[in-house]
């Protein structure tokens, strides 16, 4: 009988892990995918800079694209300028 318990507890743990892993897994791919959005978002303010386009212009581009993924008026990244 304390076979059986125990292979239902090593059962129960393992299913266990296992959904945290698929859970883990899927808010890593949703991650990844806000990084490759807000890296779009700053190449699109990077060629409006190119085309010699007002910064505040191109700030607000930047905000509009941004807008739900990140934190902060700068998509989640703020330097020197």
């Known amino acids: 009988m304390k076979k059986y318990a125990m292979l239902l507890c090593t059962l129960a743990l393992s299913a266990g892990f296992a959904w945290a892993a698929d859970e883990g897994d899927k808010e890593r791919k949703e991650d990844i995918a806000r990084h490759r959005a807000m890296a779009a978002a ?7 800079l190119e085309a010699g386009k007002k910064d505040e212009v191109c700030e607000q581009e930047l905000r509009n694209a941004c807008k739900g993924l990140a934190i902060g008026k700068f998509c989640g990244i703020k330097h020197q300028h």
């Open 42 to 48: 700053h190449e699109g303010a990077a060629k409006c």
